[in-house]
């Protein structure tokens, strides 16, 4: 018995799953298994009795230190995935479909309860600070100690303590803690919304549009800040934004997502050096280049669908200059050459990266 | 900053008090029949000379402007409201202190029981919306909100005075009772006083819970409340930390409001249930022109209206660190 008893403590000690920081991770965790494996996601919202496929079918992987960009335009997925991943969506949204794997563990199964174990410990989110992500009736140093007590467990005065620490680490004087949101700048609310994220040290941190609503000098320090806190703590980074130049500037990897689906993700340099899917070229034509001669934005014409009722196709079909006729009736299966993978008929499977048929020249997108 | 607030919510119901006093004195020298005559109601063949008398005496001889106005303000700030035209001998003071204390129990208690379970129904439906609780407890706080209290109260004493005789139908104590110890009157005023308080509460509880609802609901999709959530914290915690103190900000300034209008809800409640309070004394001094009482009645109530409202400021800076700039 004894032999037994000690045997099983043992084990349980040793069996203590620690992810490549030395962080404890959940019990049922395996360190062998990849931070985060998304499969074929589907978030759905019920509105007025129809459905709206705000995510259907995305699936990726960000592996532990990586940056992973998310973009696209506004209403095409990006916010609902990521509030997905630790399941705080609103009450009409459900996850009907896929798997949202944490070192293996599947956080689609996990009860209302048992996510809480995951949200902000393992994933954190940074929201948009400058606007209304904090609350008006507490002194910041309270806020950010909050999660430390009540998830974390730490004496009143340690979590001061340590939320002192956060604020400093993010470049806001201890001595402003005991400032209300109210008095502070937008960037420093943002700062302040950062130091709260990292408050329970998670692996993966999720900015949803971290840099919107600031000035440009602002929003390069907050880039900044977010770059340096990825390298020094080694964290994982999801960043969700439509400005391909933040993604540009912090991310290893970018994902495209149009209409709820992924249109291509691959190595930042690659996506950008040759984007594959028309939908990419788009957004990245629609960018003004600040070297080039100045010129009228390439825009792309239309707004994306109605995902109560999406096109049976690719759903770019509809606003694609290079649309042929099985992209209105057959969805574009993903395939990955060179490390990027693409969703679109112009690279059937075998392709190898190179278009079927030579599109027609690009169709002008619009009055000039 | 703190002090700058408190200075300047005194000195703006300093200056409101100032103004009501000054509204009353000009309101009641407009009003109809002459102080003199109403003195020496029932004093048979009254001559010039009694009249003159009686006005040298009170000092009505001399002008309203300045002499007589600053008397009374020289008197109102010595707490002198003058005698009663009707009750003779006593003064204003002594008629209002007998009858406040109906007043302040039956609304205090009133406004508190209505506060403390609107506020509470109101967040726990808007919390749980859409649920069953939600359903019902809407629709009775619609219903009460539109029903006028003086309904509410015949219907209540038509139910349980009346037909079931569970409660007394009039009063505070039962007239001419002896009571053989002081908790058999205890008792006895406390039966009297369960309709009126009633009546009360549940006349303001239904607007306390669906303006509190509906601050909650607007609160719960506040991103400080996605925050809170995404923190993995408990329900419990969201809502009494994040949600409720947030909420509670536009039930404040509803039940500071509100006091200016329990005044007129006073009068009939009081009426319905002839509560011997400040609000029947109001009626009775009105209907006898006994005016130096009207006149206290109007300035103890305008002066409790802007207490009220000042505290409700006062408690409004406590909850919001940004009004306290």
Redesign the interface.
């Given at each position: 018995m004894t032999t037994a008893r000690s045997m099983s403590a043992a084990r349980s000690a040793a069996t203590v799953p620690v992810d490549s920081r030395g962080r404890t991770l959940p019990r049922q965790a395996d360190p062998g298994q990849p931070l985060l494996v998304v499969e074929n996601l589907r978030t759905y919202f019920s509105l007025d009795g129809d459905t709206v496929r705000a995510v259907d079918g995305v699936s990726f992987t960000l592996n532990q230190g990586e940056a992973l960009g998310i973009a696209g335009e506004s209403g095409c997925g990006k916010t609902t995935t990521a509030l997905s991943l630790?399941r705080?969506l609103p009450s009409n949204a459900k996850i009907v479909e896929g798997a949202i794997r944490y070192f293996g563990i599947d956080l689609v199964q996990k009860s209302d309860t048992a996510i809480?174990?995951?949200?902000?410990?393992e994933i954190?989110?940074v929201?948009?600070g400058a606007?209304?992500?904090?609350?008006?009736?507490?002194r910041l140093r309270d806020q950010i100690a909050?999660?430390l007590r009540?998830?974390l467990n730490l004496k009143a005065g340690a979590a001061r303590t340590k939320a002192g620490e956060l604020l400093e680490l993010v470049g806001i004087p201890k001595k402003r803690g005991g400032a209300?949101p109210?008095?502070l700048s937008g960037g420093m609310r943002q700062r302040a919304?950062i130091a709260?994220a990292l408050a329970c040290d998670p692996a993966i941190v999720i900015g949803d549009e971290p840099t919107t609503a600031l000035d440009v000098m602002v929003q390069a320090q907050i880039l900044e800040l977010l770059e340096r806190l990825r390298r020094d703590l080694g964290l994982s980074l999801v960043l969700i934004t439509h400005d391909l130049s933040v993604i540009a500037e912090t991310c290893d990897r970018i994902l495209v997502m149009y209409a709820g689906r992924v249109a291509e993700e691959g190595l930042v340099g690659e996506v950008f050096r040759a984007p594959r899917h028309p939908y990419t070229q788009k957004l990245l034509a629609a960018f003004p280049n600040i070297q080039a001669d100045r010129r009228t934005l390439d825009v792309i014409s239309g707004s994306p669908p109605d995902l109560r009722h999406p096109p049976p196709g690719c759903r770019f079909a509809p606003r694609c200059p290079f649309a042929m006729e099985v992209c209105t009736e057959v969805v574009p299966p993903e395939v990955t050459f060179d490390g990027v993978r693409v969703a679109c008929h112009l690279y059937p499977p075998g392709s190898d990266g190179v278009p079927v048929t030579v599109p027609p020249a690009p169709i002008e997108a619009g009055p000039r | 900053m703190r002090g700058g607030y408190l200075t300047r919510r005194l000195a703006s119901a300093f200056i409101t008090i100032a103004l009501i006093t000054i509204v009353n004195f000009v309101l009641f020298r407009a009003m109809p029949g002459s102080p003199e005559r109403v003195i020496l109601r029932g004093t048979p063949n009254v001559t010039q000379a009694q009249l003159q008398a009686a006005r040298v005496r009170w000092g009505l001889d001399k002008p309203v402007f300045p002499d007589q106005f600053v008397a009374y303000l020289g008197s109102t700030v010595r707490g002198d409201l003058g005698y009663s035209f009707i009750a003779r001998g006593r003064t204003v003071t002594d008629v209002l202190a007998q009858r406040i204390w109906p007043t302040v129990i039956l609304f205090g208690l009133g406004e508190l029981v209505a506060i403390l379970l609107g506020l509470a129904l109101g967040a726990y439906t808007g919390w749980r919306r859409g649920g069953p609780i939600d359903h019902v407890g809407n629709s009775v706080s619609l219903i009460l909100y539109s029903t006028p209290y003086f309904l509410l109260g015949m219907a209540f004493l038509l139910i349980f005075a009346t037909t079931l005789r569970w409660f007394p139908t009039f009063g505070m104590l039962t007239a001419g009772m002896q009571y053989p110890d002081p908790w058999a009157r205890f008792l006895d005023f406390i039966a009297h006083l369960a309709l009126p308080l009633a009546t009360v509460s549940l006349g303001l509880v239904g607007q306390y819970a669906i303006v509190m609802r509906s601050s909650i609901v607007e609160t719960l999709s506040?991103?400080?409340v996605?925050?809170?959530?995404?923190?993995?914290?408990?329900e419990g915690?969201i809502l009494g930390?994040?949600a409720l103190?947030?909420a509670l900000l536009p039930t404040v300034s509803l039940i500071a409001i509100n006091l200016g209008y329990v005044v007129a809800g006073a009068i009939t409640v009081e009426v319905v249930f002839n509560w011997p309070g400040l609000g029947t004394l109001a009626v009775e001094a009105l209907t006898a022109r006994d005016y130096p009482v009207l006149q206290g009645v109007f300035l103890l109530l305008g002066v409790s209206v802007v207490l009220a409202n000042l505290a409700a400021d006062l408690i409004y800076g406590a909850?919001?660190?940004?009004v306290r700039?």
């Open positions: 630790v705080l809480r174990r995951y949200r902000w410990r954190s989110i929201f948009q606007m209304n992500a904090l609350n008006p009736v507490h909050e999660p009540e998830r209300y109210h008095e919304m709260m | 506040e991103d400080y996605t925050t809170a959530r995404a923190m993995g914290l408990r915690r930390r994040h103190p947030n909850l919001d660190p940004r700039t």
